[in-house]
């Protein structure tokens, strides 16, 4: 079968190197390539360890359209996610504009919402040097970012990030002004207009990717599918499997029994 080759061949060629742990992240657990993978690995007398579980999120938008996409969300999700946008434009003068290549706007204005949320900049630093690097070369080979800032009044209040590639849009990051006005959750219903949006491109998907809200795993309401994904560590040195085996078995006796 050929996604057992293509697994072998990715085992033999990890071994060529010298390491002692190798760390794969965010695979596809419920397929064909997950069990190949961990199938091979183990073959070859490596330890695999599951050392991370999430699940992604994500908008049909194929063979689909928004009308229909919002006849089958919950009423609640609804309201948040779209029918709140009549009271959004009764308050004054709102505009939506894709802030492309103007990085540093949108990242001051992406910052200043997270010091208001998280007490900390979204961006800085590192991986403020690598969320600029990456998008301007993913733009160079065909990906679009969407850099969406809503504006009340010519000031922002919310900010959304979001990249086309290949038929797919990522939903990177996002942040809005608190307390915005009592009944509306503005970061909802910004998202609520990017998904819009999307269904006017050929992408296949709208990815909220892995990760929950602050107060509520919302990904999970605005959905049509997921999947979950696991981050394996695959054991090779002895000494380092023989600690993790001990350490597993430590674990399970000091886990609670059921009583008979």
């Known amino acids: 079968m050929l996604v057992n080759q293509q697994a072998e061949t990715f085992i033999a060629a990890a071994l060529d190197h010298p390491w002692s742990q190798l ?7 419920a397929t064909p390539e997950y069990a190949a993978l961990v199938n091979a690995a183990t073959a070859k007398g490596l330890q695999v360890l599951v050392r991370d579980v999430a699940t992604s999120y994500a908008v049909r938008l194929q063979e689909n359209s928004f009308d229909n996409y919002l006849k089958h969300i919950g009423s609640n999700t609804r309201l948040k996610l779209f029918n709140k946008r009549k009271k959004l434009y009764a308050i004054g003068d709102i505009s939506q504009q894709n802030l492309w290549p103007d990085l540093d706007g949108f990242i001051r204005i992406l910052n ?3 010091l208001q949320r998280w007490d900390k900049p979204c961006y800085q630093g590192r991986n403020l040097k690598q969320i600029i690097t990456f998008l301007q070369r993913i733009a160079d080979v065909g990906g679009k970012p969407d850099l969406s800032v809503i504006y009340c009044n010519g000031k922002p209040v ?5 990249l086309y590639y290949r038929q797919r849009i990522y939903n990177i990051q996002s942040g809005y002004v608190e ?3 009592d009944g509306i959750s503005l970061g909802t219903l910004h998202l609520g207009m990017q998904i819009e949006k999307a269904f006017t491109t050929d992408a296949i998907y709208y990815d909220f990717m892995a990760g929950n809200g602050k107060n509520s795993n919302y990904k999970q309401s605005l959905a049509t599918h997921h999947a979950h994904f696991a981050s394996l560590m695959l054991v090779r040195n002895p000494m ?20 008979l």
């Open 240 to 259: 380092l499997k023989s600690l993790y085996y001990m350490n597993d078995f430590l674990q399970r006796m000091k886990a609670p029994r059921e009583s």
């Open 158 to 162: 919310s900010a959304v990030l979001d």
């Open 112 to 114: 200043e919402f997270h």
């Open 23 to 29: 760390f794969l992240p965010d695979i596809m657990s």
């Open 179 to 181: 307390k915005f006005q």
